[in-house]
């Protein structure tokens, strides 16, 4: 497989495409994984206070039943799974640049890491929100305690609103987003390797 430089001489010796160079391809491509990496870790840096702030509701607030010392850690045990999962995510997206040089690679290594974060996003998320909904779950049975009954019905109706908001909406419009950025770069790659093909 040719250097990367070779592979930049190559290109600028090919017919381009009307107002399209190698840079402006190559550019976009960058800009995508910039923009992919940099949402992974916003996502990161997100989700570390909830899991300080759990940590500490676990340690020092007197809970009056178990189910909440429970919740607790069931929460603490999810946001840990995101927080990591994001992580090695968001650390494997941004040392990907050395496969710029090979296009082909670059492609496989795009579409196994798609299929690797539609697996997260889709299966291992729904486990994820299963998993929170239990733990509100047995919050709830301390809430129903505390609270006045209206209050405990509103934020029951409250919390179910808001998981089917972020399962059908905010979910699947962070899906699509994902993908469309990944498939940009996938055809960008396509179109750098086409025309090595052509060469």
């Not at 940099?38 to 899991?51: E, G, S």
């Not at 927080?83 to 050395?98: E, G």
């Not at 974060?117 to 129903?144: D, G, W």
Request: aromatic share 18%.
């Amino acid at each position: 497989m040719k250097e990367f430089d070779e592979i930049q001489q190559l290109w600028h010796r090919q017919e381009p495409e009307p107002n399209v160079s190698f840079e402006a391809i190559l550019k976009r491509i960058k800009g995508n994984k910039a923009a992919l990496a940099r949402k992974l870790l916003w996502q990161i840096v997100a989700v570390a206070p909830a899991t300080i702030i759990l940590l500490w509701m676990i340690i020092a607030v007197q809970f009056s039943t178990w189910t909440t010392y429970l919740a607790c850690v069931i929460m603490v045990g999810c946001v840990c799974y995101y927080f990591f999962t994001q992580l090695a995510d968001y650390h494997n997206i941004r040392k990907s640049h050395h496969l710029l040089a090979k296009p082909q690679d670059y492609i496989h290594y795009l579409k196994a890491f798609q299929q690797k974060r539609n697996h997260f996003n889709t299966r291992n998320y729904a486990v994820y929100e299963a998993c929170i909904a239990v733990a509100f779950a047995l919050y709830s049975i301390e809430m129903y305690f505390v609270l006045p009954f209206w209050t405990f019905v509103g934020s029951i109706i409250f919390i179910v609103f808001w998981f089917l908001i972020c399962h059908f909406v905010f979910m699947k419009q962070y899906i699509h987003s994902e993908n469309e950025r990944i498939e940009e770069m996938i055809e960008n790659l396509e179109r750098i390797k086409g025309q090595f093909r052509d060469a």
